[in-house]
Protein backbone atom coordinates (compact mmCIF):
# COMPACT_ATOMS: atom_id res chain seq x y z
CA UNK A 1 0.00 0.00 0.00
CA UNK A 2 2.98 2.06 0.59
CA UNK A 3 2.97 3.05 -3.62
CA UNK A 4 -0.62 3.75 -3.53
CA UNK A 5 -0.47 6.10 -0.35
CA UNK A 6 2.67 8.10 -1.39
CA UNK A 7 1.03 8.73 -4.84
CA UNK A 8 -2.13 10.19 -2.77
CA UNK A 9 -0.27 12.84 -1.17
CA UNK A 10 2.09 13.31 -3.90
CA UNK A 11 -1.26 14.42 -5.61
CA UNK A 12 -2.26 17.03 -3.18
CA UNK A 13 -3.43 14.40 -0.65
CA UNK A 14 -3.55 16.57 2.87
CA UNK A 15 -5.45 14.41 5.31
CA UNK A 16 -2.84 11.54 4.96
CA UNK A 17 0.67 12.05 6.84
CA UNK A 18 2.48 8.92 5.96
CA UNK A 19 5.73 8.19 8.74
CA UNK A 20 7.44 5.59 7.23
CA UNK A 21 9.60 4.04 10.01
CA UNK A 22 9.69 5.82 12.99
CA UNK A 23 11.89 5.27 16.08
CA UNK A 24 9.91 4.92 19.67
CA UNK A 25 9.68 8.29 20.90
CA UNK A 26 8.01 9.30 17.64
CA UNK A 27 5.97 6.61 17.31
CA UNK A 28 4.25 7.50 20.64
CA UNK A 29 3.90 11.20 20.16
CA UNK A 30 1.91 10.24 17.02
CA UNK A 31 -0.38 7.99 18.56
CA UNK A 32 -0.61 11.22 21.31
CA UNK A 33 -1.65 13.42 18.08
CA UNK A 34 -4.08 10.90 16.53
CA UNK A 35 -7.56 9.26 17.00
CA UNK A 36 -7.56 6.06 14.92
CA UNK A 37 -5.27 3.89 14.81
CA UNK A 38 -4.92 2.27 10.82
CA UNK A 39 -3.62 -1.60 10.99
CA UNK A 40 -4.14 -3.91 7.35
CA UNK A 41 -2.48 -7.21 8.10
CA UNK A 42 -3.27 -10.37 6.68
CA UNK A 43 -0.61 -12.96 8.96
CA UNK A 44 -0.47 -11.20 12.49
CA UNK A 45 -1.95 -12.34 15.84
CA UNK A 46 -1.41 -10.19 18.27
CA UNK A 47 0.36 -7.21 17.01
CA UNK A 48 2.29 -5.38 19.75
CA UNK A 49 1.77 -1.68 17.42
CA UNK A 50 -2.03 -1.88 18.25
CA UNK A 51 -1.38 -3.00 21.55
CA UNK A 52 0.41 0.18 22.07
CA UNK A 53 -2.17 1.93 20.38
CA UNK A 54 -4.57 0.79 22.32
CA UNK A 55 -3.02 1.51 25.35
CA UNK A 56 -2.68 5.00 24.12
CA UNK A 57 -6.19 5.58 23.79
CA UNK A 58 -6.44 4.98 19.68
CA UNK A 59 -9.56 3.81 18.36
CA UNK A 60 -8.14 0.58 15.84
CA UNK A 61 -9.42 -0.54 12.43
CA UNK A 62 -7.84 -3.37 11.60
CA UNK A 63 -8.56 -6.71 9.38
CA UNK A 64 -10.79 -9.72 10.17
CA UNK A 65 -8.05 -11.95 10.36
CA UNK A 66 -7.37 -10.69 13.81
CA UNK A 67 -11.32 -11.34 15.28
CA UNK A 68 -9.78 -13.76 17.56
CA UNK A 69 -7.30 -11.92 19.49
CA UNK A 70 -9.18 -8.92 19.46
CA UNK A 71 -12.72 -10.05 19.98
CA UNK A 72 -13.54 -8.50 23.71
CA UNK A 73 -12.41 -5.11 22.48
CA UNK A 74 -14.53 -5.30 19.75
CA UNK A 75 -17.39 -6.11 21.66
CA UNK A 76 -16.75 -2.48 23.87
CA UNK A 77 -16.95 -0.69 20.17
CA UNK A 78 -12.73 0.01 21.17
CA UNK A 79 -11.77 -1.87 17.80
CA UNK A 80 -13.19 -2.17 14.43
CA UNK A 81 -12.54 -4.98 11.48
CA UNK A 82 -12.23 -4.72 7.94
CA UNK A 83 -12.17 -6.68 4.76
CA UNK A 84 -8.75 -6.42 2.91
CA UNK A 85 -10.43 -4.29 0.18
CA UNK A 86 -9.64 -0.65 -1.07
CA UNK A 87 -13.67 -0.19 -0.67
CA UNK A 88 -14.19 -1.63 3.17
CA UNK A 89 -11.36 -0.30 4.18
CA UNK A 90 -12.40 3.30 3.01
CA UNK A 91 -15.88 2.74 4.77
CA UNK A 92 -14.50 2.31 7.96
CA UNK A 93 -12.05 5.04 7.76
CA UNK A 94 -14.97 7.15 6.82
CA UNK A 95 -17.36 6.02 9.27
CA UNK A 96 -15.07 6.44 11.98
CA UNK A 97 -13.88 10.18 11.02
CA UNK A 98 -17.58 11.02 10.86
CA UNK A 99 -17.79 9.59 14.60
CA UNK A 100 -14.54 11.19 15.72
CA UNK A 101 -16.37 13.02 18.70
CA UNK A 102 -17.39 9.97 19.93
CA UNK A 103 -14.29 8.74 19.60
CA UNK A 104 -12.31 11.06 21.60
CA UNK A 105 -14.86 10.84 24.34
CA UNK A 106 -13.97 6.87 24.72
CA UNK A 107 -10.36 7.54 24.41
CA UNK A 108 -9.52 7.26 27.74
CA UNK A 109 -12.08 4.55 28.59
CA UNK A 110 -9.65 2.56 25.71
CA UNK A 111 -6.18 3.56 27.45
CA UNK A 112 -7.45 2.31 31.20
CA UNK A 113 -9.09 -0.53 29.88
CA UNK A 114 -6.18 -1.81 27.42
CA UNK A 115 -3.68 -0.47 30.26
CA UNK A 116 -5.09 -3.00 32.65
CA UNK A 117 -5.20 -5.80 29.87
CA UNK A 118 -1.92 -5.47 28.46
CA UNK A 119 0.48 -3.19 30.28
CA UNK A 120 3.55 -3.87 31.53
CA UNK A 121 2.26 -3.95 35.30
CA UNK A 122 -0.74 -6.07 34.42
CA UNK A 123 1.65 -8.50 32.69
CA UNK A 124 3.69 -8.95 35.25
CA UNK A 125 1.55 -9.74 37.84
CA UNK A 126 -0.30 -12.19 35.24
CA UNK A 127 3.18 -13.68 34.60
CA UNK A 128 4.08 -14.13 38.50
CA UNK A 129 0.76 -15.85 39.48
CA UNK A 130 1.22 -18.72 36.86
CA UNK A 131 5.17 -18.96 37.87
CA UNK A 132 3.66 -18.67 41.48
CA UNK A 133 0.88 -21.62 40.81
CA UNK A 134 3.41 -23.65 39.28
CA UNK A 135 5.73 -23.29 42.07
CA UNK A 136 3.02 -24.19 44.31
CA UNK A 137 1.75 -27.48 42.14
CA UNK A 138 5.32 -28.76 41.16
CA UNK A 139 7.01 -28.30 45.09
Not at 40 to 52: A, K, Q, V
Not at 104 to 113: E, L, T
Request: proline residues 2%.
Amino acid sequence: MKEAIESSISNGNKNIKFLGIADEKELFEEYERSDIFLYPTRWDSLPTTILEALCSGLYILTSESLMPSFKEEYSMKYLEFFKITSDDISNKIKHAADNIQNLRRIRNDISSYSMNKYGIDSVEKKFEKILTDLVEKYS
